[in-house]
Structures are given as C-alpha cells and as structure tokens.
C-alpha cells in the first residue's frame, strides 16, 4: 500500500502522537508499504520539501507548548500529493494539517481513516486557563464529533475509554476501532543498554544505587496532574530518605513545580530532569525502580507501556486509559487517592522479592504493545476503509475493459 499520513506534529517535535506515528511508520516499512508524512514545518515558517517522504507545510505558532497551526488547503504541495497516488490516507489531527487531509480525501476520492489522539475537553482548562470553559467544551464536542464521525472513512482509538466517550457521551453511530498504540519495546530493554553509561548518568542525576527511584515521563502541564506527585512525595520522602522521584519532561509548570519543591524542602529527593531527546529517553528508565502518573487526561498514555518494556511497575491512578495496559497487583497498581498512593509505593519498598517479579511481569506484558502487532491491526483497518479496491492492481484500460467483459458474462447467465 501507498499511505499517506497527515499529522499536526512530527519529530523533531516530540509528544506521544508524534512518537506513535514514527512507530507505525517505520512498522509498516518494514512489512514493504511506502509511507508518506505529510506535516507542519516546526523549524520556520515555509515549506521544506527536501525529503521525498515527508512533506512539510508552513505552520504558524499558536502559543500552546511548540504547536503550529497550518493553512488547511497549501496549493504548492496539491500536485504533489496527487503524483504520490496515494491508496488510504490516515490522519492524527482534527484541526489544520487534518482539515487539508479531508479536503484531499474528498478532492481525489482515497480513503480516509483517522486516529483520535486527544481527549480535548481535558485539556481546555491549561489552554484557557479556567475561563471561558463552559463554551469551550461544547463547541470542541461538536467540532471532534464532526471530524471524527462525519469526515473519515474509518475511526480508531487507543483505548475503551475514548470507545465510551465516542459511544456514549457524543452517541456516533458508526464502528470504532479499539487499536492501542504501539511502541518499539526493544528500545527500553535494560539489555539494550551499556552498563557504564547508566551509571554515569546516575551519578549526573545524584541518585545512588540503593535509592528507591520514582520515575515520571512526560509534560509537565496542568492536565498531567505532576503536582499530586510532588504533593505525595513529601511524607515519603521524610520518611524514607533514600526515595527519590526523577521527573523527566518539560513544560508550562516547570517553574511552580520547582518552586514547590523549594517550599516543601525536598529539593535533594525531587529531581528534576527537564527536557530529553526522544532518541535518549529510554535510558532514563534504566534509572527508576517503578513508573507513576496521576493523568486522566490520556487517550493511552505511552510513557506507562515504555515504562513496561524497561522493566518497571507502574503506578497510576485509576483511569480507563491504563485499562489496556495495568493489570493490577500484577504488573503495577492502581491508586485512587494519596493514601493509597503512599500504601502502594511502601509496599515495594518493603517488599523487594515482589518487586523483582512484578518487574518480570511489566517486561512480559508490554510484549501485546509491539510495534509489529500495531501495524498489523491498522493494516486491519485501512483494508477495510479500502474496500474491494485491488490497491496493488494499476486501473488499466485493459483492466477495466476485462471487469465490463467478465460483468456481461455474469449478467447473461
């Protein structure tokens, strides 16, 4: 197949969306489809053509975190686009890039299958910072039911929760596909990695080897919900000295988390990481010893599967979104409040037997989020989003003039 995928964000700009489209990229090259990305220009205001397969488009700066916004209908690349003589487009974004994926759908007649990536009714409140929330969220209701259920050919989503909320809440009568992201698991395994150097960044990060290390991956905005970690993290810390929490990210809070920190007086048990790299985050896991999120704002949340292929038990609050991946008191726990919380993480401290088979248990279970077994179950899709369309058969002449030939035949029998 010839798959065209439109997406808002792409590296060098780096979130789990953009994460996950590399990882189905590359999964799908590697079972010989050709994959072409269509993007916004994070580096300028232009466009930048010079790879073959990733087509970038000028993108304006909205002020939320890096995001562009892109025109939905860039006239330069329309001719450029038809030659690719595309078979299914899939798209990740509702809005700009998004928008353009729909209009091309439509202009040539391909296929149109589109992902739901974001809960955006979650994440109002850090955009408008609390006002004007009660407008906000029903026009986004209307907006995502009019992408999602009226504009593409098939619907996917990472997890039962945004299922429900497609079903339940915005009532779409059409079939949605349950497919969670995948990750390249191979990328966290502690195998993977050189002895030597996760020490030397243990010693830059000032955390010692019999430290009980906390790990947190990911943005750090007011939907994240970081601070009832740090919150959290107090009595810990004053009562177990050697408890650490490594936060790794960066974001709009950087500072009033920091600030936190200083005023709880745990500036040497909360360590601040900032921003990494995608292609060197991985050895940031090798530091930790369980994962933990209090999110409810996440469609999936990768960072938790990540967490599993490094080897870590994971901690999150109770939430649909880690249903696909939590199976409770065996690969992690599930906590509805501080205390329980405080009850969960003192448990592994105190239990380290325990500790080193629910360790076994996250590596053996990220294994049903490889980046193979995503593709595959797109792949699912997109043929159904195709049809009985023979996407490898070129609509010769000769090929249309032998279906009228072998229909008459059919009809005279």
């Given at each position: 197949?010839?798959?065209?995928?439109?997406?808002?964000?792409?590296?060098?700009?780096?979130?789990?969306?953009?994460?996950?489209?590399?990882?189905?990229?590359?999964?799908?090259?590697?079972?010989?489809?050709?994959?072409?990305?269509?993007?916004?220009?994070?580096?300028?205001?232009?466009?930048?053509?010079?790879?073959?397969?990733?087509?970038?488009?000028?993108?304006?700066?909205?002020g939320?975190?890096?995001y562009?916004?892109?025109?939905?209908?860039?006239?330069?690349?329309?001719?450029?686009?038809?030659?690719?003589?595309?078979?299914?487009?899939?798209?990740?974004?509702?809005?700009?890039?998004?928008?353009f994926?729909?209009?091309?759908?439509?202009?040539?007649?391909?296929?149109?299958?589109?992902?739901?990536?974001?809960?955006?009714?979650?994440?109002?409140s850090?955009?408008?910072?609390?006002?004007?929330?009660?407008?906000s969220?029903?026009?986004?209701?209307?907006?995502?039911?009019?992408?999602?259920?009226?504009?593409?050919?098939?619907?996917?989503?990472?997890?039962?929760k945004?299922?429900?909320?497609?079903?339940?809440?915005?009532?779409?009568?059409?079939?949605?596909?349950?497919?969670?992201?995948?990750?390249?698991?191979?990328k966290?395994?502690?195998?993977?990695?050189?002895?030597e150097?996760?020490?030397?960044?243990?010693?830059?990060?000032?955390?010692?080897?019999?430290d009980?290390?906390?790990?947190?991956?990911?943005?750090?905005?007011?939907?994240?919900?970081?601070?009832?970690?740090?919150?959290?993290h107090?009595?810990l810390?004053?009562?177990?000295?050697?408890?650490?929490?490594?936060i790794?990210?960066d974001?709009?809070?950087?500072?009033?988390l920091?600030?936190?920190?200083?005023?709880?007086?745990?500036?040497?048990?909360?360590?601040f990481?900032?921003?990494?790299?995608y292609?060197?985050?991985?050895?940031?896991?090798?530091?930790?010893?369980?994962?933990?999120?209090?999110?409810?704002a996440e469609?999936?949340?990768?960072?938790?599967?990540?967490?599993?292929?490094?080897?870590?038990?994971?901690?999150?609050?109770?939430?649909?979104?880690?249903?696909?991946?939590?199976?409770?008191?065996?690969?992690?726990?599930?906590?509805?409040?501080?205390?329980?919380?405080?009850?969960?993480?003192?448990?592994?401290?105190?239990?380290?037997?325990?500790?080193k088979i629910?360790?076994?248990?996250?590596?053996?279970?990220?294994?049903?989020?490889?980046?193979?077994?995503?593709?595959?179950?797109?792949?699912?899709?997109?043929?159904?989003?195709?049809g009985?369309?023979?996407?490898?058969?070129?609509?010769?002449?000769?090929?249309?003039?032998?279906?009228?030939?072998?229909?008459?035949?059919?009809?005279?029998?």
């Amino acid at each position: 197949m010839r798959i065209g995928m439109f997406t808002d964000t792409y590296p060098p700009f780096i979130n789990g969306v953009s994460t996950s489209i590399v990882v189905l990229k590359k999964a799908l090259e590697k079972k010989g489809h050709e994959v072409f990305i269509v993007t916004v220009n994070n580096e300028k205001i232009g466009y930048d053509l010079s790879d073959k397969k990733i087509i970038r488009i000028p993108g304006i700066p909205v002020g939320i975190y890096d995001y562009r916004l892109s025109g939905i209908y860039p006239i330069k690349v329309i001719k450029k686009i038809k030659k690719l003589n595309l078979d299914v487009i899939h798209s990740h974004t509702e809005f700009g890039v998004g928008t353009f994926a729909r209009l091309i759908s439509k202009q040539y007649d391909i296929p149109l299958v589109h992902t739901y990536h974001t809960m955006y009714e979650d994440y109002i409140s850090s955009v408008t910072k609390g006002y004007l929330d009660w407008p906000s969220k029903p026009i986004i209701a209307e907006l995502t039911k009019f992408y999602c259920d009226k504009t593409s050919s098939e619907l996917i989503v990472p997890t039962k929760k945004t299922y429900d909320l497609f079903k339940k809440k915005y009532k779409v009568d059409r079939d949605v596909h349950i497919i969670p992201s995948g990750i390249e698991i191979e990328k966290y395994f502690r195998e993977n990695y050189n002895k030597e150097d996760i020490e030397a960044l243990r010693k830059k990060m000032g955390i010692n080897k019999e430290d009980f290390v906390i790990l947190y991956v990911g943005r750090l905005g007011q939907e994240k919900n970081v601070e009832f970690l740090i919150d959290a993290h107090v009595a810990l810390a004053r009562q177990y000295h050697n408890c650490k929490l490594l936060i790794i990210g960066d974001g709009p809070l950087m500072e009033k988390l920091q600030k936190k920190v200083r005023c709880y007086r745990i500036e040497e048990s909360v360590i601040f990481g900032g921003k990494v790299p995608y292609e060197e985050v991985g050895i940031y896991y090798q530091l930790a010893s369980v994962f933990a999120t209090a999110s409810t704002a996440e469609t999936q949340g990768l960072t938790v599967i990540e967490a599993l292929a490094a080897s870590l038990p994971i901690i999150v609050i109770n939430d649909e979104s880690y249903e696909s991946a939590v199976e409770n008191e065996y690969n992690g726990f599930v906590f509805k409040n501080k205390r329980e919380y405080h009850k969960r993480i003192k448990f592994l401290m105190q239990n380290p037997d325990i500790l080193k088979i629910m360790k076994v248990n996250a590596r053996n279970s990220s294994f049903k989020h490889s980046a193979d077994y995503y593709a595959d179950r797109v792949l699912e899709v997109y043929k159904i989003a195709v049809g009985d369309r023979k996407v490898n058969e070129k609509k010769t002449y000769f090929s249309r003039l032998k279906k009228v030939v072998s229909d008459s035949w059919k009809i005279k029998k």
